[in-house]
């Protein structure tokens, strides 16, 4: 399955949200989410593109892996493996006992919508500020940015932001 | 938590169930077993004496480090860590997208008994042939080294196999 997404900067989170009602979206789900980025023992993920997560919320945690983007229009894709895992902190010390090092944090308040067959994730990330991500699942890259373009226009985004939040938290950190 | 183990080659599976049975040992599984092991991207497992487990079973999976043994006397101890997991395939897919290989597969039909503290693996080794298990999880490895005692002498089991089912295994092949 290749995820298809686009993020773009917020014209204000409470404004969107209240776009997404009025468009017929459903609300699936508030959460506080920490996401754990770790390093690969031997391989430098920021030249092969690739990132491995551990994202904990309030009622599950997950490890996934990221490979490297495939350039599409305004949008990226990339192959995702998810893993659901009951217990974060043993999965956290296997991937630290594997040598994997712990890397950057990042910390959001996200809400989900479904839009049709999108996903919209309406974040406050710690940090960085207010941001929106429309994401679809597919297995036709084409077909998902074309109706990525078009809730791109219904919600009014305009500033692409093509940076992943940890790309973001790491330059911020570098100018720091 | 530290599993203390040893392993025995079986006088015979049947007689050993029959001793079990005689002790007020309780049966708490029959399954087989498929462990697949991984080797890392950049680390030699057999010189590091660590693996990286994934094992399939009938109603679950589970991921395991295993790190280095430290040596007791007719026994083992080592740290594990075990996740479980919902779905293997996944995990085995994110592990080889990190750049881990599958290795080996080691296949047993394995009967599981609860005698007292003890967990006793009565084993039938695809290609290695029938072998008893005796483990403790334990944080005192001194202690457990006295039960595991106790418990061979009352099974009667006399040839001690220090070799992990995989370390047989990679023998067998090298010198096939």
């Known amino acids: 399955m290749i995820e298809v997404e686009s993020k773009f900067r917020s014209p ?21 989410m920490e996401d754990v980025y770790f390093a690969h023992p031997s391989r430098d993920f920021s030249r092969t593109d690739e990132a491995l997560r551990l994202r904990k919320h309030e009622d599950a945690a997950e490890l996934t892996y990221k490979g490297p983007r495939m350039k599409a ?18 999965a956290q010390r296997i991937v630290e006992r594997l040598g994997f090092k712990e890397s950057y944090i990042v910390k959001k308040k996200r809400s ?22 429309l994401e679809i ?14 809730a791109r226009k219904e919600l009014d985004l305009n500033k692409l932001e093509p940076r992943t939040y940890l790309e973001m938290i790491i330059e911020k950190q570098s100018s720091a």
Chains 1, 2 share one sequence.
């Open 12 to 32: 204000g989170n409470d404004k969107i949200e209240k776009a997404l009602v009025r468009l017929g979206a459903k609300k699936t789900a508030t959460q506080v």
């Open 73 to 90: 229009e305004n949008s990226k894709a990339r192959e995702e493996v998810t893993l659901r895992i009951d217990n974060p902190l043993t």
């Open 112 to 133: 989900s919508y479904i839009l049709d067959k999108l996903r919209v994730d309406v974040d406050d990330v710690e940090g960085l500020g207010e941001y929106v991500e």
């Open 137 to 150: 699942l597919t297995e036709s890259p084409e077909r998902a940015t074309s109706l990525l373009e078009l």
